[in-house]
């Protein structure tokens, strides 16, 4: 039996073809089971990290070549300081693990967010086209991620209808 470490250089994968390695944030619920049933048939690694293990998703990045984030956590419920601090000083940490080498070495990001960035086209309390006031952490979410991290490395999703 043979080590993979003792493979002739002809037999070792070259870099350029191996699977790039990819995080997901919030990897078991509906849209991350989604995402990463995705990244997986496109042939890619992928880790998945739940909404509070953070010190996993530092750990991943520096021991891997990890190349992007996709942030699927989902919506929390409950007083509007918990959904903000869940949605909004959540994604402001993601910010900070991810940027910690620096912004040349940060993985690509993306965010998937929802139609509710614009306001519900169709919702009870609210005319279509604005915003319920308690959902003000979406827009506060992307523009986190706007102000804090590499444009060309950031893509901000927004389905339409991702609740079913």
């Given amino acids: 039996m043979s080590n993979a470490s003792e493979a002739s250089p002809a037999k070792r994968p070259k870099l350029d073809d191996m699977p790039s390695k990819w995080i997901v944030i919030g990897?078991?619920?509906?849209?991350g089971r989604s995402v990463v049933q995705c990244l997986r048939e496109a042939k890619l690694h992928v880790y998945g990290i739940a909404h509070n293990d953070l010190d996993d998703m530092r750990l991943a990045l520096e021991q891997h070549d990890i190349v992007g984030v996709v942030n699927c956590a989902g919506l929390c419920r409950g007083p509007k300081n918990e959904v903000w601090d869940s949605q909004v000083g959540f994604v402001k940490k993601v910010i900070e693990v991810c940027m910690a080498a620096g912004a040349e070495k940060a993985p690509?990001?993306?965010q998937i967010s929802t139609e509710r960035v614009y306001g519900w086209?169709?919702?009870?309390?609210?005319?279509?086209?604005?915003?319920?006031?308690?959902?003000?952490?979406?827009?506060?979410?992307?523009?986190?991620?706007?102000?804090?991290?590499?444009?060309?490395?950031?893509?901000?999703?927004?389905?339409?209808?991702?609740?079913?």
């Fill in 27 to 31: 990897y078991h619920g509906f849209i």
């Fill in 108 to 110: 690509r990001f993306v």
């Fill in 121 to 164: 086209s169709k919702h009870p309390k609210v005319p279509a086209g604005q915003q319920d006031p308690s959902e003000a952490w979406s827009v506060e979410v992307e523009k986190a991620l706007q102000d804090s991290y590499p444009g060309e490395k950031l893509c901000l999703l927004r389905p339409a209808n991702v609740y079913g």
